[in-house]
Structure formats: structure tokens, C-alpha cells
């Protein structure tokens, strides 16, 4: 997912908040999945992303935080 990816608002809420291209990624993935109902595949298709860029994304997350699992606890 490049920066022009993402939709303006993130993109411009970025610029404001001063947020790194990773961190604007993972919320987005993460956005993604919890509108998914945690299913890989369908926030895969909403982000126009591979599946297994969506695996291999949520295993760095989990590499670098518990942010994978409080999302997909909620």
C-alpha cells in the first residue's frame, strides 16, 4: 500500500497528525479487518490487496505490538 493508496481523508489527517506511512497502513488494515468482521480475505478486497499482503502484514503487527489482537478482540 503506497501513500496515494489511502483515501484523502487518512491522507490528509496524516499531514495534520503527523502520523508515519506505517502507522496510516496498520490503520487502515486494521479499520479494514474490523469492518471485515475479521475476515482476511474481505478486508483484503476492500483495500485492493493480496490476502497474503494482509498475513503477512498482521504478522509484523503482531512482531510489533498487541495491536492485531486488540483489534480483532473488539
Do not use: C, H, N
Request: charged share 25%.
Amino acid at each position: 500500500i503506497q501513500y496515494f493508496d489511502l483515501p484523502e481523508e487518512v491522507r490528509s489527517r496524516a499531514a495534520a497528525g503527523g502520523r508515519t506511512l506505517g502507522q496510516m497502513e496498520q490503520a487502515a488494515i486494521l479499520r479494514a479487518l474490523t469492518e471485515a468482521g475479521g475476515r482476511q480475505s474481505s478486508a483484503a478486497q476492500l483495500l485492493g490487496v493480496s490476502k497474503r499482503t494482509i498475513i503477512r502484514k498482521l504478522k509484523l503487527y503482531r512482531a510489533q505490538d498487541g495491536a492485531v489482537a486488540a483489534a480483532m478482540a473488539s
